[in-house]
């Protein structure tokens, strides 16, 4: 590929992406969800009844809670809007016709969601923040560090929700979604039990698993802020290189459904 032509594949994808941002703002059930989430995020500081310590951890894990759930909410929601109506309504001829290739179309539609995902994390996560400086009177440098990793744990999820939505209906979507997001979480634990039984089979079952399936697990940040345990930098390239990696993958396997699916 020529370098006008990758500029020019970029600037649609990032048209389409900025587009798909604008939708997604101007979508009453964004709204709705960002209406919801505020008020549950600024009552987070009524657990702290007393002074600064294990009270404002409390707070913090339970805003960030609030923050993944609120964007889980999104990714389930609106990844499935950016592709599905489209094959549905047709409308997804007016995009390919103008773009280079239905990779460029997924991107976009990738970018979208990530972009409204960072408008998103910094309006609560900012919320979360002036919280706790008026209320503890403190800076918490976790909430940044924590962000960061939920954000990450919220792009690996689009671009799999994204990926079984360019090959499958909405209900099969949503359904294997949840599943591999409930079982992402669960892998350590399934191969510990498997191992303490001893049983070989299981514990192959869950070895395949990991190395196929999304480890969610790595993403928690409940221990390290409960625990005033320090991120170190290191683990949070490394985990940021994996998110990339595994984003990267699950969306050309997404594109490559996408180019052989008669629309």
């Not at 239905?102 to 979208?112: D, E």
């Not at 990926?163 to 599943?179: D, E, F, N, R």
Request: charged share 15%.
């Amino acid at each position: 590929m020529k370098f006008g032509d990758f500029k020019s594949s970029c600037a649609i994808s990032c048209s389409i992406a900025y587009y798909s941002f604008l939708e997604a703002l101007r979508n009453r059930l964004f709204l709705g969800i960002v209406l919801l989430a505020i008020p549950l995020s600024a009552s987070a500081w009524l657990l702290d009844t007393y002074n600064l310590g294990f009270q404002a951890r409390l707070v913090i894990d339970t805003g960030l809670s609030i923050i993944s759930l609120t964007g889980l909410l999104v990714v389930l929601f609106f990844s499935l809007d950016q592709i599905i109506p489209d094959i549905e309504r047709r409308t997804i001829y007016f995009v390919i016709t103008r773009a280079p290739s239905r990779h460029v179309y997924i991107a976009g539609r990738f970018g979208g969601i990530a972009l409204t995902l960072i408008f998103l994390n910094f309006l609560l996560g900012t919320l979360l923040f002036l919280i706790l400086r008026m209320q503890a009177g403190a800076w918490f440098a976790e909430i940044p560090v924590a962000m960061f990793l939920v954000f990450l744990k919220q792009l690996l999820l689009v671009s799999i929700v994204m990926m079984l939505a360019a090959c499958s209906t909405k209900i099969i979507t949503v359904s294997l979604s949840v599943l591999i997001y409930v079982v992402g979480h669960g892998l350590d634990i399934f191969r510990m039990l498997a191992e303490r039984r001893g049983n070989k089979i299981l514990t192959a079952i869950a070895d395949f698993c990991i190395f196929v399936m999304p480890d969610f697990s790595l993403y928690e940040t409940r221990i390290m802020v409960m625990h005033e345990i320090p991120a170190r930098g290191s683990a949070i390239v490394l985990l940021t290189v994996y998110t990339m990696a595994a984003v990267f993958f699950y969306l050309s396997l997404g594109s490559a459904a996408l180019s052989r699916r008669d629309l």
